[in-house]
């Protein structure tokens, strides 16, 4: 079982985790079943296509879902506690203290008529009662200076900052109430190339000097083999495939959907590491399917994919995937009907895949 990642050093544990919104056009079922563990002090990468699911899932972690419009499912254990079930009053501590996100766009985070250091002095008086305004001063410059914005700034709005400063200064702001958790929901995307590696950086050097816990959620699988030691990837709102980031990225086995994903990455040293498009479009969210969500577009896929959901196998203690081909065994032939087998590779072994090494080497 890849249980040995759902262990005593489990911080955050998404067990089945489902979210349905409510539209004119029906339920549009956004997380279907998540199944995610992340371990103190460590960085998961989430990772997956757009619409799999990663924000929604963050959002139902952080209890900032629309409340009327969408319907929560399974169980979230955040030190122990299922927050799905506790009472307002408690959740809002936990939520606001133990856990904080960064959003892709620091606008959206950022108040554009107070002063930097007058936000990030809130955000210390909301998590720290008792702070004097000079501590909390202090404290704001020594936020400042952790992310690396020099503390005289801090007395200018957000719109005289560049783009970087104020993801940094957003960064700052998550970091006030010391969290255990930290959700970064593709944090540099917003940002230009060359300050993104800056702002990596930066967020890399403080997880390890404050030795907390991470949720990264990027299409940058370059920045996944740089900065997280476990890895889930997610497709139509469930985990195709969770292991450490040596089971995924150089595991002789990998989730087909994995496959596909990493299937362009000539070198994760190199420059092109983003999410490949794999052929044909991901599933109608208001129709759950009966079977695999990726039949439609997976080289491997047999009969029994379209007729029962896939089971989660264990391909080892600590790496996981969603798929039937672990329990059918290597040496399959296709048996869906002639006309219906998926171009591709007809016929490949689920043994057969290439490692591909975290280091790019062959
Ligand atoms: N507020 C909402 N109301 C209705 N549907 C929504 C809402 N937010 C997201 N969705 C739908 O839920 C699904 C999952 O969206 P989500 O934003 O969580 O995906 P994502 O993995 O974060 O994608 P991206 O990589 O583009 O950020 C999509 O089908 C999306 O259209
Ligand atoms: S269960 Fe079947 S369709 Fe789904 S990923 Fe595995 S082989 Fe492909
Ligand atoms: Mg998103």
């Known amino acids: 079982?890849?249980?040995?990642?759902?262990?005593?050093?489990?911080?955050?544990?998404?067990?089945?985790?489902?979210?349905?919104?409510?539209?004119?056009?029906?339920?549009?079922?956004?997380?279907?079943?998540?199944?995610?563990?992340?371990?103190?002090?460590?960085?998961?990468?989430?990772?997956?296509?757009?619409?799999?699911?990663?924000?929604?899932?963050?959002?139902?972690?952080?209890?900032l879902l629309p409340a009327r419009r969408a319907v929560v499912g399974g169980e979230i254990i955040f030190e122990g506690e299922d927050l799905l079930k506790l009472p307002e009053k408690r959740l809002r501590s936990i939520r606001g203290e133990q856990i904080s996100m960064v959003f892709q766009d620091p606008m959206t985070s950022l108040n554009p008529s107070l002063t930097v250091g007058a936000q990030i002095s809130e955000a210390l008086e909301v998590h720290r009662a008792g702070l004097s305004a000079r501590q909390a001063a202090a404290r704001t410059d020594e936020l400042l200076a952790l992310v690396g914005v020099q503390p005289s700034r801090k007395n200018e709005y957000p719109h005289q900052f560049s783009g970087g400063m104020r993801q940094r200064a957003v960064i700052a702001m998550a970091l006030a109430c010391e969290p255990k958790l930290l959700i970064a929901d593709e944090p540099t995307t917003a940002l230009d190339v060359t300050i993104q590696a800056q702002v990596l950086e930066t967020i890399e050097e403080i997880q390890t000097r404050l030795k907390m816990a991470m949720i990264l959620i990027t299409h940058d699988l370059g920045v996944v083999a740089r900065c997280c030691d476990s890895v889930a990837v997610m497709y139509f709102g469930e985990t195709a495939e969770g292991g450490t980031a040596q089971d995924v990225y150089e595991g002789l086995t990998r989730h087909p959907y994995t496959d596909g994903l990493f299937g362009s990455i000539p070198d994760l040293e190199g420059e092109a590491k983003r999410l490949s498009p794999i052929r044909g479009l991901a599933p109608d969210p208001t129709a759950l399917p009966e079977?695999?969500?990726?039949?439609?577009?997976?080289?491997?896929?047999?009969?029994?994919?379209?007729?029962?959901?896939?089971?989660?196998?264990?391909?080892?203690?600590?790496?996981?995937?969603?798929?039937?081909?672990?329990?059918?065994?290597?040496?399959?032939?296709?048996?869906?009907?002639?006309?219906?087998?998926?171009?591709?590779?007809?016929g490949g072994g689920w043994t057969e895949r290439p490692s591909r090494r975290l280091d790019g080497r062959p």
């Open 291 to 346: 079977g695999c969500a990726f039949v439609p577009r997976c080289p491997l896929a047999r009969e029994i994919c379209r007729r029962r959901r896939p089971p989660a196998a264990a391909l080892s203690s600590t790496h996981m995937v969603r798929c039937h081909l672990p329990e059918l065994g290597p040496d399959l032939k296709p048996d869906l009907k002639p006309g219906e087998e998926p171009s591709g590779r007809p």
């Open 1 to 63: 079982m890849w249980s040995e990642l759902d262990s005593a050093e489990s911080l955050l544990s998404l067990r089945g985790l489902t979210v349905a919104y409510e539209t004119d056009e029906g339920l549009v079922r956004a997380v279907n079943g998540l199944d995610l563990t992340v371990r103190r002090g460590e960085t998961l990468g989430l990772v997956g296509e757009t619409g799999a699911g990663k924000t929604t899932a963050a959002l139902a972690v952080m209890g």
